[in-house]
């Protein structure tokens, strides 16, 4: 699973916080990583330094095999809240997502084959 992270350029300590998003996401989706190919970040300051507010934002997208990519948003007063806000987030949408795509295989609906009695007939 790759981890992409963009960020505006109001954001400092950059390694330091690439670090930690990495690995906040890795382990949060760690059961669901077989299935993502890639996992995009995408991290802004709302309010820039105008008002001397934070209000931080998040946008992360996942990117399933065989599937339409998966993307949530989650807004915190600071990188730490909006990074992990947004990865529990996705890792909910992720495990619904798969869930689901099970549950989807093992119902079919198309008519069972035919039995060799009606066949034979």
Known sequence: MQIQINTDRSLEGREALFAYIRKVVAHSL????EHITRVEVHLADENGAHDGSKEMRCTMEARLEHHQ???ISHEAANIHQVVNGATEKLAQLVKRTLRKLREEKGHRTDPPPPSPETTAL
Not at 30 to 33: C, F, P, T
């Open 69 to 71: 990519p998966l993307a």
């Open 30 to 33: 760690s059961h669901q990583s």
